[in-house]
């Protein structure tokens, strides 16, 4: 089982930790997912993130590389630009999704734990023959997710820099404690918020330091838990539930994420090809109408007809309502209800627009 | 873990269900382990007042922002009462979980359940 750099101060702030994709993670900590959740939607939450997947790209080649190998053109971005991103196989099913950070020296790919090898495999494969250098450096980095309302004064404050002048979906190479700390105003809870990569031994001093600053006002240490609830109520995907390689991104909403103006991406004949054609499957968000969890993998009805499955549900912590989604016939997205199958029974759940939660502007 | 609370008046399931039981009536809740093994819980079905459970059946279901659990029967009997509140508030099963009753089964008098524990053997099985 991997650690994360992070791993002791968890056991000390009394985390539960567990098994996910080869790592010891926080799943929750004293407070609990809930309360967890709620702090940052009204303050702020502190994640370690280290787990995800991180792959260092340099060399002659790269800007052509990630032309062929990203669904997103990074034709004209530049160092500072931070893109949201999927890989695809010839098919235009999904390898994974990412965010791919330009910096000086290259590009940062951070994409899923669950896809390191897969992934790291696929580009080592798609980048032979070229001037393309590959590093994994997940497990020589730390990254810290810090997120909320109140996420722009407490990076300041810690790290020293204008956090505010930083764009949604820019980064800038910040100094702290004489370490660079690669700063992202990016997130995966819905509220604004940065994502901070930084050599791993500094990744728990950094992460003890925004929490003292923090507490007073109300953040809190959060875990898997609660960044999966935070992600179900912005209707962000995760991989393995919304997108997999059964799943094509235009059935998942993430049309917005494939650039067809880029002529040269794997898999774009495919979803070219699937885009010119009506939808047979959508992605639906859904809320229980009767009372009763709906989870990952219970079946959707409407009256006797099977069509389609769940995708992820929860309690929606900040609605007060269980929410979730769920892969679809393409009819589904035009009703007004269907049901869904919760421990043998079929309960009503009302068809919602996209997404339950986002922040206020 | 230590430190979860085992009052030494009530009996426990394997599963982790206290036992309150006062002549021929039975009160069943969940521990103070269990909701803590769950986490946040955030719903609870309970049995309609007149059902009639044999030993081990599946009486109600919690759950939690993590998974789903059953709540078993304890002893045979028949409910009599339902503590409805906890549909709409599931979460004072974790601030109280000995306060929060599930429901009061009514039970042939003189029934026992032998494989029941005492608070010392339970606490054996959750710290053990």
């Known amino acids: 089982m991997l650690q994360t750099g992070l791993y002791d101060l968890h056991v000390a702030l009394q985390a539960r930790m ?3 994709s080869g790592w010891s993670m926080p799943v929750q900590y004293a407070a609990g997912p809930i309360t967890e959740h709620m702090a940052v939607r009204r303050v702020g939450g502190l994640f370690d993130v280290s787990h995800m997947a991180r792959f260092e790209l340099r060399g002659s080649g790269v800007a052509d590389f990630l032309l062929r190998v990203l669904t997103r053109s990074v034709a004209r971005r530049k160092p500072g630009d931070a893109v949201y991103s999927l890989m695809t196989y010839s098919d235009g099913t999904v390898i994974d999704d990412l965010i791919a950070v330009g910096k000086e020296d290259g590009w940062l790919l951070v994409a899923n734990a669950v896809n390191r090898n897969k992934d790291l495999e696929w580009l080592r494969q798609q980048a032979t023959g070229q001037d393309v ?20 004064r407490l990076v300041s404050s810690v790290l020293g820099i204008d956090a505010g002048s930083l764009r949604r979906f820019k980064a800038r190479t910040a100094i702290w404690e004489s370490k660079p700390v690669l700063t992202t105003r990016t997130g995966y809870t819905g509220e604004d918020g940065f994502e901070l990569v930084l050599p791993r031994t500094e990744g728990g001093s950094l992460f003890q330091h925004l929490l003292e600053a923090g507490r007073p006002r109300g953040w809190l240490p959060c875990g898997l838990a609660a960044r999966d609830s935070l992600r179900l109520e912005a209707c962000l995907p995760l991989y393995g539930h919304e997108i997999s390689q059964n799943i094509n991104p ?11 103006r880029n002529p040269r991406f794997i898999g774009r004949d495919a979803l070219l090809k699937a885009w010119l054609e009506p939808p047979t499957r959508r992605l639906c968000a859904f809320r229980m109408e009767d009372k009763g969890v709906p989870r990952a993998g219970y079946a959707v009805y409407d009256q006797d007809r099977r069509i389609g499955t769940v995708t992820s549900g929860n309690k929606s912590p900040t609605l007060d309502q269980f929410i979730g989604m769920a892969l679809c016939d393409a009819s589904a997205t035009e009703m007004e209800r269907f049901t869904v199958e919760i421990r043998g029974r079929r309960l009503s759940a009302l068809v919602v ?6 922040r206020p502007a | 873990m230590t430190g979860f609370a085992v009052p030494s008046d009530l009996l426990f399931a394997s599963t982790h269900e206290w036992c309150d039981q006062q002549d ?6 969940i521990t103070d382990y269990a909701q803590d093994q769950l986490s946040d819980v955030v719903f609870v079905e309970l049995p309609e007042v007149g059902e009639d459970f044999e030993t081990g059946q599946t009486m109600a279901t919690v759950e939690s922002v993590k998974a789903a ?21 599931p979460e004072e099963i974790n601030s109280d979980p000995y306060g929060s009753w599930f429901l009061r089964l009514e039970v042939v008098p003189g029934t026992a359940n032998p494989d029941l524990l005492d608070a010392a053997g339970y606490r054996n099985l959750t710290e053990g």
């Open chain 2, 69 to 89: 659990a059953d709540i078993y029967a304890p002893m045979a009997g028949r409910v009599t009462e339902v503590n409805g509140t906890l549909l709409d508030n």
């Open chain 2, 24 to 29: 021929d009536v039975v009160t069943v809740g």
């Open chain 1, 18 to 20: 567990v098994a996910f």
């Open chain 1, 353 to 358: 627009p996209k997404p339950f939660y986002s």
């Open chain 1, 133 to 152: 250098d590959i590093v994994d450096v997940t497990e020589q980095t730390s990254m810290l997710a810090i997120q909320g309302p109140d996420a722009v």
């Open chain 1, 250 to 260: 235009l059935e998942a909403d993430l049309a917005w994420a494939v650039s067809f």
